[in-house]
């Protein structure tokens, strides 16, 4: 580790990267930065924060305006573009980054890769598990790669002030996604550390596309596959502890708190109160690992994606933004007309609750497969703030618990954050 104290080495970057880099900067080459700078954040105004459009009202922070030294390291903005694509490895060299650069990555992270004691053997669903969190972490790394890239050099679209009206400028929000940025090296680091210490990986990446082209959209799409990784890690610590993994549990119960730190922020930034429901949106690794496939990974470009030994659903669109009130929405499916639709019923998951059963209305077959149809979205009689994972099950019995609806899954999961 390096002789500065670890705070003190955490953030200072802001300034460097704000600044874009030379139109001829190499591939694979940090932006330039000077050794060190200042940094001070003051206590925000009331009149910033009390208002509605911020989601909640609460008085300024007081006290004292707190100045920190930090020292400034190379953030891998750097990425190997194939056309729209991401593309590995970094300039740190992540995912394999050498000693020297894991120190750096734990600098700006605020912390180390944890060095306790190794337990057990994990079990085979614990490998798989292990697995899936690999995979997603490299791709959280790839995402917060690539929305640094933009940002620091100032591609339409990323300007701060067009994307919230949070009281923050670029250098702190430069600040906040390379420490997440870190941190998720780190989560990727610690899995595919244990799989290797157990000769069951890594995991390698894939090629990425994000679909998303400004900062506002960069965020909320943060936020909604944080909660997606926010609810399947629930999954992963009862298969932990079904499966007698109960040494696991600890580490990625720490991680659950983290990324809901992390999720709070994206919230704010989209104008939103910190914390969503009382009791988080339980998913399932079958919807996250189907949800990164669906969405952001490029096919056929993961070398050792056959050992997550987890199913990839077809897709299920949905078109259009449902609204904060009971309404109607509509889906989309690409059916080969194998199934029968008329079997077929919309689960609703949110919160820690019993799953939402709906039928299918208007049911309409069109052009190439497609099959359109409508269900009911009860947002107001069920409140379903944060996250409501859906999904289309081939059956409308026995689904009791997330488990079972996953069992019965077809199609999904779409998505839903209710602005």
Sequence with gaps: MHSNAPVAAL??????????APANTPVGTPVNTPNSQYYSTPAPSGGDYGNSDYGYGSESATGKVITVSYDVSPIPTEVHPDGDKFRFPLSNDFPNPDQ????DIQEIAGGTLPNGGGGDPPSGDALTSLRLIAFNEIFEVAFFTDLLKNITENVHGYRVEDATKLNIDMDDLIIILATVQAQEELHALNANGALQKFNAG?????????????????IATAAT???????????????????GDIGLIRGVASVIGQEGEQNGFYRLFQGKRPSAEPFLT???REFAFSALNQNFVVEGTCPNIDTIDLPIFEPLKLIGQPQPKDSIVTFQIQCNGTIDEDGLSLVLINGQNLPIIEKLQNVKKMDHDVIQFDAAFPFDTNLLFGLTIAVVT??????????????????????????
């Excluded at 059956?395 to 779409?414: C, E, I, N, S």
């Design 11 to 20: 953030l200072g970057f802001a300034a460097s990267l704000a600044a874009a």
């Design 100 to 103: 020297k650069e894991v120190d």
């Design 202 to 218: 890594p995991i390698q990446p894939c090629e990425y596309v994000f679909g998303v082209d400004n900062l506002k959209d960069a």
């Design 225 to 243: 596959f944080t909660d997606v990784v926010l609810g399947t890690l629930q999954d992963v610590e009862n298969d932990f502890g079904l499966s």
């Design 282 to 284: 339980a998913s399932t």
């Design 394 to 419: 081939n059956t409308d019995q026995g689904l009791t618990d997330v488990d079972k609806v996953a069992d019965a899954t077809v199609f999904g999961p779409a998505l839903i954050e209710v602005n």
